[in-house]
């Protein structure tokens, strides 16, 4: 929206607008009329060949001094799957949202993101299908980056955590936390497969879960209740690998000593929470842990596939992937930016924004901290943690072992256009509580939400400019509005800047929520103003006009973080190829 419209002077007063509101019979005969009334063949023609190239990004941006710097993060999607509409919501798609908004408003960004490859996930998933680790990981980050590219995710790079530099950086952090002493070394009784020879971590152990008793935990996590467990709280331990009830062993391993970083960490979290207005329920997650004493805990792990532990005697086991995983921003961030600490260790200009699903919340505001404080180096650390409760899928749960629910690799496959998925999924965002993928009601969303409220709108008003307009977007001056076009666009002016401060806290569905309700306004805007209607002085049409055409280039940068495709189409058929920043003062 241009100035002059915001703060319009007082009009000279003009014909008076005809306001008369159309009588409900008048309404259905308008709207019979619209549906009748298509636009132009040649309109129709180019949405059916409309086809959206995305412009090539800017070289990968360093920090500046003097700008809002935002670093933002998605939770890792572990590679050995293919990713469900659940994970989908919770990590890339919010997070990606968050960083198209970022750039609309000119902040200085970079959205990193890639798939966690290390540990014994990957290790069992070769060994099932009878591949290297290596070979599971290259299948599976190609689907990864498949999915996420179809649903239109824009990152700045979406990497691996398998790469050398990775190891690289994992090892250098390790080394300086060890050298600070915040490492210790402990004997753990451990199982051990005797028929195999082997020692076997986390998920080469499965048996029933002691909290639910799902028949089908694995060592590190119950896939039923979602606790996390260690192999020797299973009942009826099972070997992985050759089935048999394994033994317990001595073990040595690498614990971070939490407590005696518990103050740093502490005041961390005190600090942080506040200025970047964290949740309650991530504050809450946070200071239970704190509350519940910081113990040690173990990092290291009997396994070949990960980062291998730079210390004597450790030569046979890898870093826990809680350890290695979320240096795997830091890493990703270095594979296409060598100057990677100006974003990393740079916390009086840098802002982290992290994205992910509320049980990573520990990992994000505890552990990771933890290990960058345990250095004691200057570390950018979490400024907003944004995190979701889950989404189900009907009446149940989404679920990968059971293949249960809609996943990113069906999406393509399905005929529906991804901002209506976008849409779906960002409307229906579990921000306060668990909320439910249902076919009926993603339909209803589609059909009587996202094509009735935008799209009649700028149907409508692209209609009437292409012909009654000759296509051009009416210019209209300050002084031609009457105080009703004043007093609609303080209005929306107002709703735009709620959306700002929605967004500034990730409130993802309020945002999505207030620029309908936008469309609402215009919507009832252009019906009490019945240009249609025989008589209509042309100056007053054409200043309607205006304003609408105004306000659905508004729409269409609101709607951009979430619908990018939705967007473009509109900007392509308002002749915007670059669109402004929004910018509001
Ligand atoms: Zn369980």
Same mark, same amino acid.
């Given at each position: 929206m241009n100035e002059e419209k915001e703060k319009p002077q007082q009009s000279k007063k003009q014909k008076k607008p005809q306001q008369k509101k159309p009588t409900k019979k008048k309404e259905e005969d308008l709207n019979r009329k619209n549906k009748r009334d298509d636009l132009p063949a040649e309109y129709l023609e180019k949405v059916k060949n409309l086809k959206l190239t995305r412009l090539p990004r800017k070289a990968h941006p360093l920090p500046k001094s003097d700008e809002r710097n935002v670093l933002i993060t998605s939770a890792l999607p572990y590679v050995n799957n293919v990713p469900h509409l659940g994970n989908l919501i919770g990590c890339v798609l919010s997070a990606d949202v968050f960083a198209r908004y970022a750039r609309l408003r000119g902040y200085n960004s970079l959205y990193i993101c890639g798939t966690d490859e290390n540990g014994t996930a990957t290790q069992v998933k070769a /060994?099932?299908?009878?591949?290297?680790?290596?070979?599971?990981?290259?299948?599976?980050?190609?689907?990864?980056?498949?999915?996420?590219?179809?649903?239109? /995710?824009?990152f700045d790079n979406f990497g691996r955590t398998s790469k050398k530099l990775h190891d690289e950086i994992v090892q250098d952090i390790f080394k300086k936390v060890n050298a600070q002493g915040y490492f210790e070394e402990k004997t753990i009784e451990q199982y051990y497969d005797e028929k195999a020879k082997m020692a076997l971590a986390d998920r080469f152990v499965l048996g029933e879960c002691p909290h639910c008793g799902s028949a089908e935990a694995k060592g590190d996590q119950c896939d039923g209740c979602g606790k996390l467990l260690n192999p020797i709280d299973l009942i009826n331990p099972k070997s992985f690998i050759s089935g048999d009830t394994p033994v317990l062993k001595d073990s040595r391993h690498l614990f971070l000593n939490l407590e005696s970083l518990a103050p740093k960490i502490e005041h961390f979290i005190s600090t942080a929470s506040v200025k970047g207005k964290w949740t309650s329920n991530s504050v809450a997650i946070s200071n239970s842990w704190v509350q519940n004493g910081l113990q040690s805990r173990c990092m290291t792990r009997d396994l070949t596939w990960g980062v291998s532990v730079p210390v004597e005697g450790f030569e046979e086991k890898c870093f826990y992937v809680w350890f290695d995983a979320p240096i795997g921003y830091i890493s990703i961030t270095a594979e296409i930016i060598p100057e990677w600490r100006q974003w990393w260790c740079n916390p009086e200009n840098v802002e982290l924004w992290q994205f992910m699903g509320k049980d990573n919340v520990p990992f994000h505001t505890v552990l990771f901290p933890a290990t960058l404080l345990g250095t004691g180096d200057d570390w950018t650390l979490i400024h907003h943690i944004s995190t979701t409760e889950y989404i189900n899928y009907e009446t149940g749960k989404f679920s990968k072992s059971n293949s249960r629910g809609v996943f990113g690799d069906h999406v393509a496959e399905m005929p529906f256009p991804i901002s209506a998925w976008r849409y779906y999924l960002l409307s229906n965002r579990p921000e306060q509580s668990d909320s439910v993928f249902n076919w009926d009601d993603f339909r209803n969303r589609v059909n009587l939400e996202l094509l009735p409220k935008p799209g009649n709108l700028v149907q409508r008003v692209l209609k009437f400019v292409y012909t009654k307009l000759d296509k051009k977007v009416p210019v209209v001056k300050k002084e031609e509005l009457d105080p009703v076009d004043v007093e609609f666009l303080k209005g929306i002016k107002e709703k735009i800047l709620n959306y700002c401060e929605s967004m500034e806290v990730t409130r993802m569905r309020e945002c999505l929520?207030?620029?309908?309700?936008?469309?609402?306004?215009?919507?009832?805007?252009?019906?009490?103003?019945?240009?249609w209607e025989k008589g209509t002085d042309e100056t007053r049409k054409r200043v309607v006009l205006g304003v609408m055409c105004n306000c659905i280039r508004i729409v269409a940068c609101l709607f951009e973080p979430f619908m990018p495709s939705f967007s473009a189409k509109i900007y392509f058929f308002w002749g915007l190829r670059e669109v402004k920043m929004m910018r509001f003062s």
């Open positions: /060994i099932k299908e009878k591949k290297e680790p290596i070979e599971v990981c290259d299948y599976y980050h190609k689907i990864h980056a498949q999915i996420y590219e179809n649903f239109e /995710i824009e929520k207030i620029v309908m309700d936008i469309c609402a306004d215009c919507n009832k805007f252009m019906q009490d103003m019945s240009i």
